[in-house]
Nanobody
Framework: QGQLVESGGGLVQAGGSLRLSCAAS????????MGWYRQAPAKQRELVAR???????NYADSVKGRFTISRDNAKNTVYLQMNSLKPEDTAVYYC?????????WGQGTQVTVSS
């Protein structure tokens, strides 16, 4: 059994930046690719970015060039640096393994971007 805890969300103006963090228990982190996901109101949850154990990354087209996913294997933590934020980035952001498993969904962290 493992746990993922997201933090770092908040309210920011369009064009601003936020850095999200996800602390994972070692048993989850050490063997899995990790992903950041988001769910906007009345929309399906979507994958935003993912990173393999070795550091290879992949991004949704909507965030390419603005978001950067990274991981610190020593700290069992994955990050999402979000720059040039847009109102359409407003959502609850979650981390999970990739592919996601239902038992690892946490509370998420709210990101709100004002125009």
């Amino acid at each position: 059994q493992g746990q993922l805890v997201e933090s770092g969300g908040g309210l920011v103006q369009a064009g601003g930046s936020l850095r999200l963090s996800c602390a994972a228990s070692g048993s989850i982190f050490s063997i899995n690719a990790m992903g950041w996901y988001r769910q906007a109101p009345a929309k399906q949850r979507e994958l935003v970015a993912r990173i393999t154990r070795g550091g290879s990354t992949n991004y949704a087209d909507s965030v390419k060039g603005r978001f950067t996913i990274s991981r610190d294997n020593a700290k069992n933590t994955v990050y999402l640096q979000m720059n040039s934020l847009k109102p359409e980035d407003t959502a609850v952001y979650y981390c999970n393994i990739f592919p996601a498993m239902n038992r690892y969904w946490g509370q998420g962290t709210q990101v709100t971007v004002s125009s």
